[in-house]
């Protein structure tokens, strides 16, 4: 069989979540979140993040944390912000849509907005109360093309939407990978302090499933709990959650998995950067994306399986190669042989 | 006080209608739209329509019309493709996605799509059930920008959404103005084949309130007015919508009034031609869009009002000048020699 | 044919109604509520409730208002209190769930609740956050069967959602019948001061349709027009609406209309209670409920419409007689003397 | 620490799950359901159920799974028919209504409803469209309340479902639970007859987190899919649904775990009637409430946690015990000498 560099959830857990499972399984806990284990977690966060007025909540996915996350916090009339290339314009089936909010997209150039592009929708959206009311931005780190957001563009945004009257929640699938990118300078506690909302991504780093999605501001924690509730999102076997991640920020796991897929991928891009090969964008988290002919991605497909992510003219296409904690060097070096023998 | 050229709803009702709504006032009638009036406005549409099988409801206003159709229509998941002029999509405060669904926006020359432009969309959300699925076309004819669509057109787009499994809905807040266009090749019969449903504008054209929801696919009628009560769509006063249409489609007062209007922006029209004027775009309904300088605005904004559309640069903006049945040929005879007095 | 007392809202609206629409009917005027005579409506409303800091916003239909106002005042997690008699519950086809919202109803003697009632549905929700939160009780004046609450009534409740965090909504489609019943001891004002928002209705009230929103609480004001707009209840010839109020409402007529449907209906009341009728609840509105057994009933129906509101046991139901501003003494008179024959 | 027996997800999962999920660690699968293990899964069960034409899909909570099933199975203007102690329609904080639908409620006596009842619920809505549709029978087996439907039970509902143009949905988030109650004479197959949908509850019964949903009616699954993304249901992970049913399906586990909860449950039920104790009501699955009085419950509560269900006079409460796989014959002795020494 193929390996596979399609995405990084083909494999299962961490061995150590599994570890702390098996001790853990016959602990009698409450459920629905007031396990002993989530609420470590939500105390190692806060800490982590170091913003103790901070609330954290566990939930099993991306989708289900962004669909809540957004649905509890705007009024009806009220619209979201995204990049043409945010995962809840274009991979969620409507789903932001069929909680009654519209999602309005900024064409992007790798996958991130600044406050120019904001601002630009809200102008030509004046016409109150006819046109819907902007008041929340979706961001990405990293974006859905691997790309991060440096410090200063996140603390431009984040004051940017204060100024705006706007709430910055972030989608943080990845954001491990972007905090451990050589060419980041975020901290998770900037995260803590220059964003209204966002997530941590558990389950393409590491866990079985589960996303953390920790609260900044304060007024939107209230009553949170009814729409995670609501929206069919509290587990009763709650620890599950509260499990993995207390295993996986109790020390330095979450940062060394994310950093382990990174180097990976550094690896197979330097073996194209070699190769000759350019890229759809410049990257340094675990998605890469070389820009291959037909007959060089035959010749890789031979033994990999990966997506090809934009046709860009009759002979040439973006492929996608991502890692994970689960990729190991010896694969990486097998593929890497590969690239070198490319035509 | 200056005239307003801002919008077709700045009076009341056609003579006609008050007096008929006088003379029917003290006839006892059912409610919800069961009154005789109702049902023989019904009669009368289906005849123009020269569609039997298709049902006739009333509501009150266009937002309402498009959100209880497209939701009534849609299944959850399913999605509505508009121009990026769309009504729904800019101007209706997020009333479709309020009730589940997301709106895609096409971009467009003038107002219009074509069945490339919807091909071209469908072809980049092909990773179902992760994207959402595409399943009404909406458009406006007249549209937004006053052009309007040719038969082979309408007939191109409906047999492209025949063949896509999608519906085709047309927003006829103004139809009455584009089938009265003196390039028009469409006809109310056109409507009623070549189209899923459509709704005939009265509010703009003539009617206190109203417009005439008409569905020709059968499957779609079904139950149609559980929507309209769940929607609060539906008037105790049903005879109110039915008296009015009655009166306006009984003979060609519906069709006289809407001629009228757009006689007189074409007239209006030749006057800023003949002062070398440009337009944003073509038209020959009652919307015209010429373009001016801002001293040849404030000049023109001294006796009359109107909006202005578009900035285009520092210096030049494109006004609109929208006329309606109750426009006088002598406010317009006034208003031509302002133009002709234009620096 | 046969007169009709099935329901209020058989005839068109009262001819001082009409011949202000003739009469304003060529006044150029801002669309969407802006224009003079909204304006002026909402002044003299303000006036009459005394409550300088309330808001007024027109709409077409009750169910419409029902579901605006609920929706725009709720969080997603948040629910309403209703009688089980309430037309929310009952009759407005899932309005309220339509847009997101549970309704929780309470069983009632004559269609009124008490702060008991409300306390004791709010005990058994009590394991939060897996029970919804009740947030707004909804109440009838008149009620669907025609009763009404009394000013200590009316005081205690609002009282009560004032210490349990509880918003109170009264439904006023027939408030004019409620604040002019012999028994009536309420005033405007007492609803402008002990509810935090009520309509007031206009389509069973002498007007072609429309109900005036009053939000007396200033926190449930923000952005109120955002959620007309997006119901699709802002109406382009908002003017049809502010006239109609205008005229109700700058002299006595509102009031005048309730009374005297108020006094033909108690004129049945007194030749059914003389043929020794008994009634399903007592009413002192424009709604009676006399029970007749089936001969009685065929012996009315043959010259008269109503409604059979309730079979009570095999021989005997209850019937609806209703009256409105246009029935006559006359007609009244003739049933009369029918009710007098009843054998 | 206490022992609890407050519910039957305080334990994490049964060992063989534990096991196979470290097994098939690094396995490298397909995502969103389309991996191995989830696919062997829907074939097991269809052949347990016996229904070769249904489908299966796994979801993460029972919830979850009762707001995509009814969402997707209904249109806008239907509602569902529930036990007023369903659990839709008192502990899921208006998850149905936030879809969109109105939840009926029909008293039982001992959770469970008739044809009988429902027919009467209908009868009482005919005034169409101003009173909802019901479209969808909802059901729990075993009952909120412990007790169980007979296969005549199961037989007249569905059979009337159909007759009456509804649905017929099972709760099953304890039916293993029912189906190895001594009492029982329903069978899985039955479940893959007799309804439109159910769903097999993994969480309750030694799975760490899932419920497996069959849809049999085929009209009811297409496109099913959509409807889980939408919600946030699919699990980039989804192996961790498919491995846990494969492993608890692919032999008796699943039900060898639920009779030995009963077993234990009915265990103590027998030393509550030793000791003289009623019960509100008669269960033979893994829930029992006795009734006691304050003093007892304090006695037992020294050493152990319940619920008390429902407080029954001023000295009498049901209390309830519930068990699961996990329970211990041990556990259960040291409980019932507790209860020997009752007084």
């Given at each position: ?193 220059y964003t209204d909302a966002f997530y941590l991504g558990g389950t393409k780093n590491g ?137």
């Amino acid at each position: 069989m193929k390996y596979s560099f399609k995405n990084d959830y083909s494999e299962g857990a961490h061995p150590r979540i599994l570890e702390t499972l098996l001790q853990s399984n016959l602990s009698q806990q409450n459920g629905y979140g007031l396990d002993e284990y989530s609420m470590n977690a939500e105390v190692i966060i806060k800490q982590k993040i170091n913003n103790p007025k901070s609330k954290v909540y566990f939930v099993s996915g991306g989708t289900q944390a962004n669909l809540i996350v957004i649905s509890a916090f705007l009024r009806p009339h009220e619209s979201v912000v995204s990049p043409a290339t945010g995962h809840i314009f274009t991979n969620e089936s409507g789903a932001i849509e069929a909680t009654g909010h519209k999602v309005h997209s900024l064409e992007t150039l790798e996958g991130k907005i600044s406050s120019e592009d904001i601002q630009e929708l809200i102008d030509v959206h004046q016409n109150k109360p006819h046109q819907v009311k902007q008041k929340l931005v979706y961001i990405s780190n990293s974006t859905e093309l691997g790309t991060i957001y440096s410090k200063k563009e996140l603390m431009d945004l984040y004051q940017f939407c204060q100024e705006s009257n706007l709430y910055l929640f972030v989608d943080g699938a990845r954001l491990g990978h972007a905090l451990t990118a050589e060419t980041n300078d975020l901290t998770l506690e900037d995260f803590g302090k220059y964003t209204d909302a966002f997530y941590l991504g558990g389950t393409k780093n590491g866990a079985l499933i589960g996303e953390a999605i920790i609260i900044n501001n304060e007024n939107l924690q209230e009553e949170f709990g009814f729409h995670l509730k609501q929206k069919g999102a509290m587990l009763a076997k709650g620890r599950l959650l509260g499990i993995q991640f207390q295993e996986l920020l109790k020390d330095d796991l979450y940062f060394d998995l994310a950093r382990h897929a990174n180097q990976q991928a550094m690896r197979i891009k330097e073996a194209f950067q070699q190769a000759d090969c350019n890229f759809l964008c410049e990257t340094f988290t675990n998605q890469i994306f070389p820009i291959l002919n037909q007959s060089q991605i035959d010749q890789l497909s031979a033994n990999f399986d990966f997506y090809i992510w934009k046709k860009l003219n009759d002979e040439q296409s973006a492929i996608r190669i991502i890692t994970s904690w689960a990729t190991t060097e010896e694969v990486v070096t097998t593929f890497i042989n590969e690239i070198k023998n490319l035509k």
